[in-house]
């Protein structure tokens, strides 16, 4: 994208570029009219597409605007500005379900709740009549959200549209306009009807990668793993893994097989059968996986998706003393490397700043210390929280390359940006010198640069 054309529609201004090639870049962007930061998909068409066929492709976005839901991605707007039509939806979270599956070791508990909520995110879909979902694993994402993921399904129907707008598929596996026959049930390659049971069939074979690590149908090129999906027998799970239940086979069984008419008759149906996997393979109470940064962890199992990177100034001191015992002087030489600070969130009294926190990477997490089960926000508000209004997972707050943003992480007591009340998981821009308030605690965010404060040590 060219530095002269970073406002789409009169209205997105554009942030950080997360990927560009061909005709469709994704990036963040903050609209101007809401003071909120969305995610923007911009495609790019050729000037022989007139701009209402254009429209009347985008169309069927109509059905997604009014879904709200923690397991589908929203989506705000949409529309044409010369020659790129654009789309508004929520900003990316988390990582992707890819990046869980290359660095994890996933835990039936886990993989059955991962499970779970990609179907969650189908029914709603299926509810509204959308169906023939692209569920390829870098269009998932899962999110760290207090003590539980939040699987949240990305596809919007880009692959229908870019192929619609004349895009020619590069046939590699990143490529979101491919169809990658590894996830594609044998109806996509047989050219049969498309409906739930296709979206069910792919939800068979996540299951079967998220048990065993590896997909069920994977040939020497893509005609040959087309083949395979519409022809070779379900391998067994416990070839790759040895402690995988019957149970769970049975279920990925049904999901895979040949015919639509043999899957679950329902997504309903398949969630009961996961349901009931859960239900028998329960873990006893002193069999509970151990809690380490908020989540369920067990050999092998890294928390890649949680943030660590918040290091408050003089933190030690900070965490030990309440806040009358805090000193009135906090040295910035606790940052180890200050060309590294990205912001603060400067604590004050009467207007003069007392503590100052340093925001050293680009995703953070506000909130209040919880040793006993685990809990170490990015940074701690528990010395300035007397009364526990904050939650354990306040807030987060995001650096995108050109702006930051802060989204209330559905708090007990709600953050404020100034007098507005920020709605959960919707994030607003973050401008220097803005007033937050998580539950009581009110604090200035600033950037460096843009304050007079010295960067000695700080006035008392």
Same mark, same amino acid.
């Given at each position: 994208m060219q530095r002269d054309a970073r406002i789409i529609g009169g209205v997105y201004h554009i942030g950080q570029i997360i990927t560009s090639g061909g005709m469709l870049t994704s990036c963040t962007a903050h609209n101007r009219n809401t003071n909120s930061v969305v995610g923007l998909q911009i495609i790019e068409f050729a000037p022989t597409l007139s701009p209402s066929s254009i429209q009347q492709l985008l169309q069927p976005l109509e059905r997604r605007r009014s879904i709200e839901s923690p397991h589908v991605i929203h989506v705000y707007d949409w529309g044409i500005d010369g020659n790129r039509a654009y789309i508004a939806t929520d900003p990316p979270r988390g990582v992707t379900l890819r990046h869980v599956l290359d660095s994890e070791n996933i835990e039936l508990p886990r993989l059955l709740d991962l499970s779970r909520q990609i179907a969650l995110g189908l029914k709603v879909l299926h509810d509204r009549g959308i169906v023939g979902i692209d569920l390829r694993p870098p269009l998932i994402t899962v999110d760290a959200v207090s003590l539980e993921d939040r699987v949240q399904l990305d596809d919007i129907g880009l692959r =229908?549209?870019?192929?619609?707008? +004349?895009?020619? %598929? /590069?046939e590699r596996y990143d490529d979101i306009g491919y169809l990658d026959p590894r996830y594609a049930p044998p109806e996509f390659m047989q050219r049969g009807p498309i409906g739930p049971w296709s979206d069910i069939y792919q939800a068979g074979l996540l299951l079967f990668e998220l048990a065993t690590g590896r997909l069920p149908f994977v040939g020497r090129n893509p005609a040959e793993t087309g @083949?395979?999906?519409? %022809? /070779?027998?379900?391998? $067994?799970?416990?070839? &790759?893994?040895?402690? #995988?239940?019957? =149970?769970?086979? =049975?279920?990925? *069984?049904?999901?895979?097989a040949k015919r639509p008419e043999d899957r679950f008759a329902s997504i309903d149906r398949f969630l009961s059968a996961l349901d009931h996997v859960q239900h028998i393979f329960r873990p006893p109470s002193a069999m509970q996986p151990s809690l380490q940064g908020g989540k369920p962890t067990s050999p092998g199992y890294t928390m890649s998706n949680m943030t660590s990177e918040m290091h408050p100034i003089a933190d030690a001191v900070m965490r030990a003393a309440p806040i009358e015992g805090l000193p009135a002087v906090i040295a910035s030489s606790s940052v180890t490397d200050e060309n590294k600070v990205l912001a &603060?969130? /400067?604590? !004050? #009294? *009467? +207007?003069? !700043?007392k503590y100052r926190l =340093? @925001?050293? !990477?680009?995703? #953070?997490?506000? +909130? $209040? *210390? *919880?040793p006993k089960r685990g809990i170490h926000p990015d940074i701690d508000l528990t010395p300035f929280d007397p009364k526990m209004t904050v939650s354990r997972q306040h807030a987060r707050i995001r650096y995108e390359e050109t702006f930051f943003h802060i989204e209330d992480l559905n708090s007990r007591n709600g953050s404020r940006l100034g007098s507005a009340r920020l709605e959960p998981f919707k994030p607003a821009l973050l401008k220097h010198g803005d007033t937050v308030r998580f539950g009581s605690v009110t604090l200035v965010f600033k950037v460096p640069g843009l304050s007079e404060l010295p960067t000695g040590k700080m006035p008392a």
């Amino acid at each position: 994208m060219q530095r002269d054309a970073r406002i789409i529609g009169g209205v997105y201004h554009i942030g950080q570029i997360i990927t560009s090639g061909g005709m469709l870049t994704s990036c963040t962007a903050h609209n101007r009219n809401t003071n909120s930061v969305v995610g923007l998909q911009i495609i790019e068409f050729a000037p022989t597409l007139s701009p209402s066929s254009i429209q009347q492709l985008l169309q069927p976005l109509e059905r997604r605007r009014s879904i709200e839901s923690p397991h589908v991605i929203h989506v705000y707007d949409w529309g044409i500005d010369g020659n790129r039509a654009y789309i508004a939806t929520d900003p990316p979270r988390g990582v992707t379900l890819r990046h869980v599956l290359d660095s994890e070791n996933i835990e039936l508990p886990r993989l059955l709740d991962l499970s779970r909520q990609i179907a969650l995110g189908l029914k709603v879909l299926h509810d509204r009549g959308i169906v023939g979902i692209d569920l390829r694993p870098p269009l998932i994402t899962v999110d760290a959200v207090s003590l539980e993921d939040r699987v949240q399904l990305d596809d919007i129907g880009l692959r =229908a549209l870019l192929q619609a707008m +004349g895009y020619v %598929s /590069s046939e590699r596996y990143d490529d979101i306009g491919y169809l990658d026959p590894r996830y594609a049930p044998p109806e996509f390659m047989q050219r049969g009807p498309i409906g739930p049971w296709s979206d069910i069939y792919q939800a068979g074979l996540l299951l079967f990668e998220l048990a065993t690590g590896r997909l069920p149908f994977v040939g020497r090129n893509p005609a040959e793993t087309g @083949i395979l999906q519409t %022809s /070779s027998p379900i391998p $067994r799970m416990v070839q &790759f893994k040895y402690d #995988v239940p019957d =149970a769970l086979q =049975a279920v990925v *069984d049904q999901t895979l097989a040949k015919r639509p008419e043999d899957r679950f008759a329902s997504i309903d149906r398949f969630l009961s059968a996961l349901d009931h996997v859960q239900h028998i393979f329960r873990p006893p109470s002193a069999m509970q996986p151990s809690l380490q940064g908020g989540k369920p962890t067990s050999p092998g199992y890294t928390m890649s998706n949680m943030t660590s990177e918040m290091h408050p100034i003089a933190d030690a001191v900070m965490r030990a003393a309440p806040i009358e015992g805090l000193p009135a002087v906090i040295a910035s030489s606790s940052v180890t490397d200050e060309n590294k600070v990205l912001a &603060f969130l /400067s604590y !004050e #009294v *009467d +207007g003069v !700043e007392k503590y100052r926190l =340093a @925001i050293m !990477e680009k995703n #953070v997490v506000v +909130g $209040r *210390d *919880d040793p006993k089960r685990g809990i170490h926000p990015d940074i701690d508000l528990t010395p300035f929280d007397p009364k526990m209004t904050v939650s354990r997972q306040h807030a987060r707050i995001r650096y995108e390359e050109t702006f930051f943003h802060i989204e209330d992480l559905n708090s007990r007591n709600g953050s404020r940006l100034g007098s507005a009340r920020l709605e959960p998981f919707k994030p607003a821009l973050l401008k220097h010198g803005d007033t937050v308030r998580f539950g009581s605690v009110t604090l200035v965010f600033k950037v460096p640069g843009l304050s007079e404060l010295p960067t000695g040590k700080m006035p008392a």
